[in-house]
């Protein structure tokens, strides 16, 4: 059983913005800790306060790198600055191995910047919800900006940064088939378009592609997605401050028009709660299943194909629920 | 209510391999129309025969030009080939965008090869669950092979191709940060790695890396997953015939090895159960929530932080489970 002077410490100190205390909250998240719950429930008041912006892009578009260099701006501008880096999870060893990848080192001991890896574990999915609540966790801790940045490819990347406040698609010149790819799954997501590495070849056809591909997504909000050109590993960075105004642009756009931040919001809202019954009903009925000593010969007769999967499953909803869906 | 009759005429269709019954099918579960189980509840217990064939990699590998030269490969040697091309989803369209993108014509007009596009649709996943189950329906109307090809890096991705027999990553030359990134997410789920596009610069050092990184991966099973080398685009291809020969070397290895194959056909069998649970439970009691008229003013209300959503869980999952989780 949690212990509820346990979450009301741990939630006065990431109140505090205590960094250990702050990565102990999210590794509870992580680990789907029951105490994480109780944690949650009491820090979510005090969210709601932070520019969450999801930044997105295929592998090698310098995510990282541009995360980093943007964080610096609105660091130079006295804000505290988390960020979430998402990696795509390790099925074997069930944890982020890009989680050591190197990041800047003065940015990362900077007092007002809190940077984490996240991965997922196990085969439940939950890496949009832990990183949801991660989320949650950094604009409880009075963050200001909050970062969130993945390779946007999956549904759970896609998931993730729709929960953002403003959404950034990364590309970079010369992508050929990927511009494709990620038109597919991410552009139209894109609240603002960055061609990161702008001085390679190729900047202007990417240009003109980005172009011709907005032209054709009308948004239903009548917002049209600026691009930004930014060569984020230069010295000084080129253009971040430009994404940083696009940024604030669009967040200018969505509080003038309210209509579109409440429906924004209560899509997130509703995404997330549903997020919670799935993980919290599932586990747990897979974890009665798995008492119940007669799920092992069960699946055995499935994989004998004398019986199938479907009839077990209406079985098992029909044993969990009190109402179970009609044809179960 | 469905028509038992319809999906016993439906199965039967599909049995004898109709295309217009088999596409017919697919929109089903795609739609996750309730005709869809029925129907799947007849199918099932003539699955099991087809060799599952998992293909995944970056976008812009090459992945379905490779897939359309294994597939000739396969009919050529008089096989049915089934090809379920995975595409990320378009959450603005709804539909798959790159699902009209130009493949072999010769190939998909062959009477033996069936090729379909698929996508998810909506908030609450369920592209992994759709793609196995149109893996499924084309063993069951007697497909010999059938080919999952899909981008590699989000979680969904991952668990489709963990339901093939055998997966093939495929990789490029000269891919720098992203191998980085497949690593993370893929590398050790394959059992056949390719280096396509292997006339370009760089392709030795793609290898070098490649071996490295199967060097630290050591498996379970024993098995050491070989590195082939294709140009899909060329005429005639080239490393085709060697990647079909690596496949079947695995396929090899797995049925000598009762116990891998057991235990790999368990695991898989066990998730797409724990799958079929989560979506059924999940939309119905979602459903249910949303008839009960208060739930609007209750997002409302967390919404303006009076309320949190765990509490709100806590509710529904008492409120729709028989056996609540404890602590709830």
């Known amino acids: ?84 880096a998402v990696d795509p999870s390790s099925p074997f060893s069930g944890g982020a191995i890009l989680g050591d990848r190197i990041r ?11 940077i984490r890896s996240m991965a997922t574990r196990g085969n439940l999915g939950g890496l949009a919800r832990a990183t949801t609540e991660a989320v ?41 088939d990927d511009i494709q790819s990620i038109k597919a799954g991410i552009m139209e997501i894109g609240d603002v378009f960055v061609i990161n590495k702008a001085d ?26 600026p691009i930004v050109r930014t060569v984020a590993t230069a010295t000084p960075p080129v253009g971040v401050e430009d994404l940083a105004a696009a940024i604030a642009r669009y967040l200018s756009f969505v509080t003038a028009h309210p209509e579109v931040r ?13 997020e919670l019954i799935r993980d919290r009903i599932l586990s747990h009925i897979w974890q009665q299943a798995l008492r119940d000593g007669r799920l092992k010969d069960t699946i055995e007769r499935i994989q004998n194909r004398e019986l199938d999967p479907y009839t077990l499953v209406d079985y098992i909803v029909r044993k969990s629920l009190k109402e179970p869906p009609p044809g179960s």
Chains 1, 2 share one sequence.
């Open 262 to 274: 409440a429906e924004r919001r209560r899509r997130i809202l509703e995404r997330r709660i549903i």
């Open 104 to 114: 800047m080192p003065k940015l990362a001991t900077h007092p007002n910047v809190f």
């Open 1 to 84: 059983m949690p212990d509820p002077l346990f979450a009301d410490n741990l939630a006065k100190s990431i109140r505090e913005r205590r960094p250990r205390a702050i990565a102990r909250g999210i590794s509870l998240i992580e680990n789907d800790d029951p105490a994480a719950t109780d944690l949650l429930k009491r820090l979510f008041p005090h969210t709601g306060q932070a520019k969450i912006i999801g930044l997105t892009g295929a592998p090698g578009a310098g995510k990282s790198s541009l995360t980093d260099k943007l964080a610096q701006v609105y660091v130079e501008r006295c804000q505290r600055v988390g960020i979430i």
């Open 136 to 176: 949650l966790l950094l604009d409880a801790a009075g963050y200001d900006v909050v970062i969130v940045e993945t390779v946007g490819v999956g549904q759970d990347e896609v998931d993730i940064v729709k929960a953002a406040d403003v959404t950034v698609v990364v590309v970079v010149p010369g992508m050929g």
């Open 200 to 225: 390679r070849d190729g900047v202007e056809r990417t240009q003109m592609e980005l172009e011709a591909l907005l032209e054709l997504a009308v948004r239903a909000d009548g917002w049209r997605p």
